[in-house]
């Protein structure tokens, strides 16, 4: 097992209370960094301008009831007893929430679904799809594609406000541990020390991010946890120094209180009450990393006390001080003892960064996953751990995050601005997490509609009361996420209906396995040596740019590969069913298909890899197939319906082979573009599964020398053995023999270059959408040689030209 980020693809078997306790030690810097420095801001925000701090303490008391029991029905119950049970395979976030409802209901709008996909390992429902009866809301959802598309645009919502969140947490979390420096320096120095001190911080945690998480990471739950011992120990300080008493504002009766007294400011102050929940979304999203039963120990036993602890610490403080020259100094360092506040301070910077480190990893993370399902435009992904899954940096949006959270740090200059914004970004989430939930509890636990609207309308609307609170503080800093959300919410609508439309065009005009098979005669087709990879997102037919290239360059490699890298409503697939091979023509035209699935938290392969399993993913192949005819060969009513079975038919057959260190099996799909299919019968499975080590029926192992990028394969006697059909086991050897010269020869990787434009007579807004947004992101973001990791060298692009 994995300890230091632990998870993955971990076994089920319930963990040990060791594994589990080192697994809530970890969590504490990668989880709870956000969630633990709220305490810097919290109360600075909800006092800044709409509410004074007064005499008879009725404001600060019913701030701090709101507090409490806003943590207590959020994180505990909503997030950590309710939210965290919704998981895909022990990965959450929002991505996992709509996997889980795509799997259990046909609401995906991802076009190259396919029957083989449902029979992947990790693809695990509920109950069976057979014996569950369907809601109406299924019914619904289903029936009505508005409805699927509204589901989709709920999901890039709370993705935008996530990468907004990315953007505006550094920015409010360092300036706020930074702004400690207030009580150390004169009223004119203030300005000129704060601000640029956040902002070289800010610069320098930007800079690091290129390094991966891990080499530091080791550092962070020590910080953290400090830091949660520290905020404890200033709070228990402060409840005995100043008032014991200070608990019985824990009284829900103290929120009704204080409403009632304050009114409508007393609402608008909502804004910067809902800040105590910034990061509870994290504990959900950064489930895959940890466990349910870990993150559930770290924080029922030491985050939500430390917190608590915390707001009532400062509560007591100032309910024994009033004396303030602006309202702004009511905050976390004004409760903290003169004697220590420097380390304090020191402190809270360290805390802030572990924090904001937290919400950039899992910007990218989500920004990744948003590629996985074509909702985002491409670019160059960086894995910067070998041993941790899915420890990522993205150049691209690094930067830009770094110039945008230096933006913000400068332009608004105080908690106020940063906390409208950041406060609107995490409520719009929630609220989008709870929607989905209550989706899940239909549809994947199949609970009474009931139930899953009394989640709705409970928790739907304490985050309403916060999300309206949020929304009226537009013109004070709420505008911010808004348009970050309008900006992002358009590249990725654009790129998505861009890329369904192109892969719908690519359907349309692909051409068949007969015209592919009569090609040679009629231009004089000549086969040279080599590997050629024909890059498509189709799972049958031959693509149109194929079809280009090759009526204008009558030739191609003697070994032609059809390959589509497609991604499945899993988090992760396995490598032993990562690969679907299968035949494009007979044996002698040398041509198949392969179809390589990933999850969307899966780690993409660099190319060398790649292009070494996939030549032992053919050769075996080539071997379980040579068996397969060979078992048709020896019974007459296989062999007449073998003979009779049209070309078309043989192409859908594709055969699932595992890499060369893992199972081998073999199982024949009737695969069909369609979304779904109606009978769950028409998957067979025709070989079992089989140990390809240590029992002499190795398939076709294979010796690899990556300098020479030569294979050499042993085959099995089984194959070319006597009493096989005729002339089989030549065939194969003959297979192999070609498959081993071509890959010797050399690789090439035929990728389209696209264009894309709209037909004459389209909508002003389709063209501007197409002609201009998708061409201008098209040119400036990565192409998918760059995506695809394919090497300069061996590329090859053909020209294409689609019109929508």
Same mark, same amino acid.
């Given at each position: ?96 929430? #709509? ?192 466990? #349910? ?99 990522? #940096? ?411």
């Amino acid at each position: 097992m994995d300890l230091e980020f632990g998870r993955g693809l971990r076994s089920p078997k319930r963990d040990s209370w060791k594994t589990t306790l080192l697994l809530a030690y970890q969590s504490l810097g990668v989880v709870y960094g956000d969630l633990s420095i709220s305490p810097l801001y919290v109360y600075k925000s909800t006092f800044a301008e709409d509410i004074q701090h007064s005499e008879t303490n009725e404001e600060i008391f019913g701030v701090l009831s709101f507090v409490f029991w806003t943590l207590t029905l959020i994180p505990l119950i909503k997030y950590v007893s309710i939210v965290l049970r919704a998981d895909d395979n022990g990965e959450g976030g929002t991505f996992a929430l #709509y996997s889980l409802i795509c799997r259990h209901a046909n609401v995906s709008l991802l076009p190259n679904r396919q029957i083989a996909d449902e029979e992947l390992s990790t693809y695990k429902l509920e109950c069976p799809p057979e014996i569950t009866d369907k809601s109406r809301i299924k019914v619904w959802l289903e029936k009505h594609r508005k409805l699927r598309i509204a589901l989709l645009i709920m999901v890039m919502i709370g993705t935008c406000m996530v990468i907004g969140d990315g953007v505006l947490t550094p920015a409010i979390s360092v300036f706020s541990a930074v702004s400690g420096l207030e009580f150390s320096l004169s009223k004119d120095h203030r300005e000129y020390a704060v601000i640029p001190i956040t902002c070289v911080i800010l610069a320098f945690l930007f800079a690091l991010q290129h390094y991966g998480t891990h080499r530091v990471g080791f550092l962070f739950a020590p910080i953290v946890l400090a830091w949660l011992f520290c905020m404890s120990a200033v709070g228990l300080y402060n409840i005995i120094h100043w008032n014991p008493q200070v608990y019985q504002a824990l009284n829900p009766y103290y929120m009704f209180k204080f409403l009632k007294k304050t009114r409508k400011y007393g609402w608008m102050s909502l804004g910067g009450i809902l800040l105590c929940m910034t990061g509870s979304e994290a504990m959900f999203a950064d489930l895959g990393h940890f466990s #349910y039963s870990a993150i559930q120990l770290a924080f029922t036993c030491l985050v939500y006390p430390a917190l608590i602890l915390a707001y009532m610490g400062q509560a007591a403080y100032l309910s024994k001080h009033h004396d303030f020259y602006s309202s702004s100094q009511v905050g976390f360092y004004i409760a903290v003892p003169d004697r220590i506040r420097w380390p304090v301070l020191i402190l809270a910077i360290l805390a802030s960064v572990v924090g904001s480190q937290a919400i950039i990893s899992g910007t990218f993370s989500i920004i990744n996953q948003s590629q996985s399902l074509s909702c985002f435009p491409r670019v160059k992904v960086v894995h910067t751990s070998e041993k941790i899954h899915g420890q990522i #940096y993205i150049p691209e949006i690094n930067w830009l995050l770094m110039i945008l959270c230096i933006a913000v740090t400068v332009g608004f200059r105080d908690t106020k601005h940063m906390g409208n914004a950041s406060g609107l970004a995490v409520i719009t989430v929630m609220l989008v997490t709870t929607f989905l939930t209550s989706l899940v509890i239909v549809l994947c636990w199949h609970r009474p509609p009931l139930l899953a609207f009394a989640f709705l309308l409970f928790f739907g609307s304490i985050e309403a009361l916060y999300f309206s609170a949020s929304l009226i503080k537009f013109l004070e800093g709420a505008w911010l996420p808004i348009l970050l959300a309008f900006i992002l919410m358009a590249v990725m609508l654009i790129w998505h209906y861009t890329t369904i439309k192109k892969y719908e065009f690519d359907l349309h005009n692909k051409v068949t396995l007969e015209w592919l098979l009569a090609l040679g005669d009629k231009l004089g087709m000549v086969r040279v040596p080599g590997i050629g990879l024909v890059y498509t997102d189709l799972t049958s037919g031959v693509p149109a740019n194929f079809s280009r290239f090759v009526t204008n360059l009558p030739a191609f490699h003697r070994v032609l590969v059809f390959v589509c890298v497609k991604s499945v409503p899993v988090p992760h697939v396995l490598n032993a069913e990562r690969y679907l091979i299968g035949r494009v023509g007979p044996p002698g035209h040398r041509s198949y298909r392969c179809i390589v699935r990933y999850g969307y938290r899966d780690v993409h392969q660099d190319v060398d890899s790649f292009e070494t399993e996939l030549v032992e993913t053919l050769a075996t192949f080539i071997k379980l197939d040579a068996s397969y005819r060979c078992s048709e060969a020896s019974d007459p009513d296989e062999l007449t319906e073998a003979m009779v079975e049209p070309a078309g038919e043989r192409e859908r057959r594709l055969t699932v082979i595992a890499s060369s260190n893992t199972l081998r099996h073999r199982a024949s799909y009737d695969l069909q573009d369609s979304a779904r299919h109606s009978s769950p019968a028409s998957t067979t499975v025709e070989m079992q599964a089989r140990a390809a080590a240590g029992n002499g029926d190795d398939g076709a192992a294979a010796e690899i020398s990556p300098e020479k990028k030569q294979v050499r394969f042993f085959i099995d006697s089984h194959v070319a053995s006597p009493d096989a059909a005729a002339g089989s086991g030549k065939q194969v050897e003959e297979e192999l023999e070609a498959l081993v010269a071509a890959r010797e020869a050399g690789t090439a990787f035929i990728l389209g270059h696209s264009h894309v434009q709209c037909k004459p007579g389209s909508s002003v807004l389709k063209r501007l959408a197409v002609d201009v947004g998708y061409n201008f992101l098209r040119r400036n973001c990565r192409g998918p040689d760059v995506a695809l990791r394919v090497p300069p060298a061996s590329l090859l692009e053909v020209g294409m030209v689609y019109v929508l």
